[in-house]
């Protein structure tokens, strides 16, 4: 009998069903067993990547290039008893997931410019994350936030959730100057770059002076 070669991953991977999604830092292993009592040993396994030229296996190895690629792989004993060539589709991504922030409820300005922005306590602020620029995207897993301000500084990072329909995203409890940070990750680590933005809370109404 032939010997039989599985192949395997070190982190980061991620599977969905059969399909393994890896970044380009992903080691990938080939592991022979010859194993019947009276066989007589793996002489050496061979692969390939996306049809190019057979190598002999001697240590991990790693796929680099976005999307999808082909593993092809066996091994012989020394006895000339070749294994069947099996296939491994694994999909290379190293794109972080890109996050959105939508602002709902009262607010002057845009956060996006130099220009000053001002919101309320009632203003609702709202990250959304996709990872789905095209089919060899993991998945978006979770989006981090944290915010500042001039009271308590830095919170520490939370993951971000939707509340119930009618009070989504979150809201900033005091007034005067905020600082907001946020980003998401996927399923493999990549990490997108933090977010920064600032905003002024202001719920005080202007005051008028008559003079008589």
């Known amino acids: 009998m032939p010997p ?5 991953y070190n982190k980061p991977y991620h599977f969905i069903n059969k399909t393994v999604w890896v970044t380009s830092n992903t080691t990938i292993f080939l592991k022979t067993d010859d194993k019947p009592m009276c066989a007589c040993g793996v002489n050496n396994t061979q692969y390939r990547i996306d049809n190019g030229k057979w190598k002999m296996y001697s240590q991990p190895f790693r796929v680099t290039g976005e999307c999808v690629h082909i593993i092809q792989y066996y091994s012989i004993d020394n006895l000339n008893n070749k294994e069947k060539t099996k296939s491994q589709i694994v999909y290379v991504d190293n794109t972080p997931p890109e996050t959105t922030l939508e602002i709902k409820g009262s607010h002057v300005g845009d956060p996006f410019t ?4 001002f919101v309320t306590t009632n203003t609702h602020f709202l990250l959304h994350s996709k990872d789905n620029q095209s089919e060899c995207n993991v998945g978006a897993r979770n ?12 919170s520490n990072w ?3 959730q939707d509340g119930p329909f009618s009070t989504p995203g979150f809201t900033l409890k005091e007034e005067c100057l905020h600082y907001i940070e946020y980003y998401s990750d996927d399923y493999l680590g990549n990490k997108e770059t933090v977010h920064n933005i600032s905003c002024y809370v202001d719920n005080t109404p202007p005051t008028t002076i008559g003079y008589g």
């Open 114 to 117: 130099s220009k000053p922005f």
């Open 4 to 8: 039989e070669t599985i192949i395997g």
């Open 143 to 154: 989006i981090y936030y944290r915010i500042w301000n001039i009271y308590s500084g830095w």
């Open 158 to 160: 939370s993951i971000y």
